[in-house]
């Protein structure tokens, strides 16, 4: 079949825009490379906003998990087609998904400890070019420039860039640090 997914702009009902409510996923959407042809795995999606953001903008297929029942129901029931699908996946059943995946994006608010387990098993799930995007709360306040990013994800990871976002919208911190990463081997 070679039509296109309906590009969702064109549903009056399909809640494109997000306003205040996700504003972890616009500091991501900020930081996207191209997302045309692209597999993307999107890890505690919510309401799907980003999942159907990256069929939009030429994804080739999305898959979002969360642990909320309700919010992968209510993100079913907005958009699903062959090319998007939501699962409910603890976090500690990552390990069951196959890949590969040409980029991965997420936002988490795990201990250190756990956000290194996750991208460990989520480094496994990247294609040989893949990347990893995750939106991370900073588990305490950096020093001037100093902070051990590297200790926050996989040693199967490089960081490639990050960044310091501020947003009155996010809650407790208001700081969120983008870490830009690729599978290195």
Known sequence: MDTPYPNMQDNPNMPFESGDDQPVWQALVKKMPSLTD?????IHCGDGWFCRYALNHGAAAVLGIDTD???IQSARAVASSD???YRIMPDHWLKLL???YDLIV?????SPAELRTITHVLSNLLSA???LIAAVAPPKQPTGDQLAVDELI????????????????????AQLYLLLSSRVR
């Open 38 to 42: 692209l597999r993307v795995l999107v």
């Open 69 to 71: 029942t309700a919010a």
């Open 83 to 85: 090319r998007l699908r």
């Open 98 to 100: 196959t890949g590969p």
């Open 106 to 110: 997420g936002a988490f608010n795990q």
């Open 129 to 131: 070019k893949g990347q």
């Open 154 to 173: 996989s040693s199967q990871l490089v960081i490639n860039r990050w960044f310091q976002v501020t947003d009155k919208r996010l809650t407790q911190t």
